[in-house]
């Protein structure tokens, strides 16, 4: 215990170790890149340079780009607190569909020379992408990578984010790199001469047993990654389903209807009332501060400690903290009825069910009957349909979900406890990524605030608006529910002879209440 304390008073402290350095970051505009980029602002401010490689996007240029993310809810703190920091941030022009990243030669030059820690989290995250695109973004972009890292003079640490899922076609998953079914190599050729119909045609047998093309691909580029590392310090972080943040910046930020955001927005909406899933299966959410205090963390030990093998980490909670589908059914609806969104179709009642049978029926009863009713009802109004077309894009999307919450996996977390001895205790506290200090029932009232604040754009000011909304729609629901089985009641006694006496006895005893009331009350 006394060697391992000395050890650790040897090392530099995380915010020591950035101390000046210059770093490079892929994806900073996605949900994980935003979050990982004020991290490392606001807790190690006296970093170098950041690099972040920027695509130009529908005419706006990189720079403008970045602007726009300091101008969120993210960057407030940050930016109150130590506005100069901005300056630290470099905008990068490229493309990591290009080689070099399709950076200038100047930009390649400072690149090379100034950066010690990359982080590469760039992909395409669209499960459902074609299987040529999600190749050369996921796969290829990380040859890419590789060669421009080769050139970096001063390289001590490579995080590559990957996904906990990339081995999804096994039940238990430890921390290594699995042998992919087919080498990276000929399917990046395979790609580069077949045509995308051809592609297409071959996708379901090429993925096998995954469930999609960004599965497979992250798979293969960590098999690329292993083969061509070639004494590069390599680092693979596996993050499970990344959800809002836990505490930092701001509880509950999310800023994209990904992943599990985009169930609860449906569910709060009233719009998602049953899917595929098992209700004792685990959910297994990470908070984007976790995942991202991680890749922090492994970037400094692997600069640190120089470990002689690519280390992997799987970044899960539900071996260290376990969240069911059942408790995300439960609690989204609890707190979607105590914090509704301004406008709701329906009451938030949301079902996972394990039966093909009862999800077709709720498929049919509850999401598209409701739907063609409703955009009847606009029609009268002279107003443009919208339900049913909701409903198609909302099932889309569900359907790419319904693997993971009818599934359930066993991962590994050795490196990652591992990793939780080699931090000071000021480390632990400023880089926390242990997930066992997740207090699920109140992460998922901040996460239901958090898609109606920052996702929906609804003001919580107007939450007594939204509630006095909600008992109202409760109301109207109750009394339809009530003619509902009243007509159907009344069509039974038409037809049944024993209904029809048992119709009668109800009248009869509803009668003799209603006369015995002012009795009791002469008496």
């Known amino acids: 215990m006394a060697a391992s304390t000395n050890a650790q008073s040897k090392r530099l402290s995380i915010p020591e170790f950035f101390r000046g350095k210059n770093i490079f970051i892929t994806g900073v505009t996605g949900f994980m890149g935003k979050v990982l980029l004020e991290k490392l602002l606001r807790s190690c401010p006296e970093i170098g340079n950041c690099y972040v490689l920027v695509r130009p996007k529908k005419g706006v240029q990189p720079r403008d780009r970045v602007k726009d993310i300091f101008n969120s809810k993210l960057f407030e703190k940050l930016c109150e607190e130590q506005p100069g920091l901005q ?14 990243f399709g950076m200038s030669v100047e930009d390649q030059h400072r690149v090379c020379e100034d950066v010690s820690v990359v982080f590469h989290s760039a992909a395409t995250v669209k499960f459902d992408e074609e299987l040529k695109l999600s190749v050369q973004m996921n796969v290829v972009g990380v040859q890419h990578l590789l060669s421009i890292c080769r050139k970096m003079s001063q390289l001590q640490s490579l ?3 990957s996904t906990a899922y990339a081995n999804c076609d096994r039940d238990q998953v430890a921390e290594r790199v699995y042998e992919p079914p087919l080498h990276p190599r000929k399917l990046i050729d395979a790609v580069e001469w077949m045509d995308t119909e051809t592609i297409g045609a071959l996708t379901t047998k090429l993925i096998g047993s995954r469930p999609n093309t960004y599965t497979y691909t992250k798979a293969m580029a960590e098999s690329l990654l292993l083969e061509e590392a070639q004494g590069l310090p390599i680092a693979i972080v596996r993050p499970s389903i990344v959800g809002a943040s836990w505490e930092e910046p701001v ?3 999310v800023d994209n209807l990904n992943g599990p ?6 569910i709060g909406k009233g719009l998602l009332r049953c899917m ?8 297994d959410v990470v908070p984007v501060d976790i995942a ?4 922090i963390v492994v970037a400094w030990y692997t600069a640190v400690e120089r470990p002689s093998t690519v280390m ?3 970044c899960t909670t539900g071996q260290m903290n376990r969240l069911t589908w059942g408790q995300v059914e439960r609690m989204s609806h609890k707190f979607f009825m105590k914090n509704p969104c301004n406008t709701v179709a329906r009451i938030p009642n949301p079902r996972f069910t394990v039966s093909n049978l009862r999800k077709t029926i709720s498929l049919v009863f509850d999401h598209f009957i409701p739907a063609y009713v409703m955009d009847a009802y606009l029609r009268l109004l002279g107003r443009r349909p919208m339900f049913v077309r909701l409903q198609d894009r909302l099932w889309k999307a569900v359907r790419s979900l319904e693997f993971f919450t009818s599934h359930q996996w066993n991962f590994c977390n050795d490196n990652i406890f591992m990793l939780l001895t080699k931090l000071s205790a000021e480390d632990k506290k400023t880089f926390p990524f242990d997930p066992r200090s997740i207090d699920w029932s109140q992460y998922m009232e ?17 939450l007594p608006k939204a509630r006095i909304a909600l008992q109202r729609l409760q109301r109207i629901q109750l009394v339809l529910k009530l003619l509902f089985a009243a007509v159907v009641w009344r069509l039974l006694v038409k037809r049944v002879t024993i209904a029809h006496s048992l119709w009668n006895l109800l009248l009869g005893w509803v009668q003799q209440m209603f006369q015995k009331v002012p009795m009791l009350a002469r008496s």
């Open 312 to 314: 992997v980490y799987n």
């Open 446 to 462: 901040n996460y239901c605030l958090g898609a109606k604040q920052f996702v929906l754009k609804e003001e919580i000011s107007e």
């Open 251 to 253: 509880p509950g930020w």
């Open 159 to 161: 995080v590559h984010v």
């Open 276 to 283: 595929h899933g098992n209700f004792h299966a685990t959910a």
């Open 87 to 100: 300056s630290k941030v470099i905008p990068i022009s490229g493309d990591i569909l290009e080689p070099h």
């Open 261 to 266: 955001t985009g169930l609860l927005v449906a």
């Open 292 to 295: 991202t205090n991680a890749m």
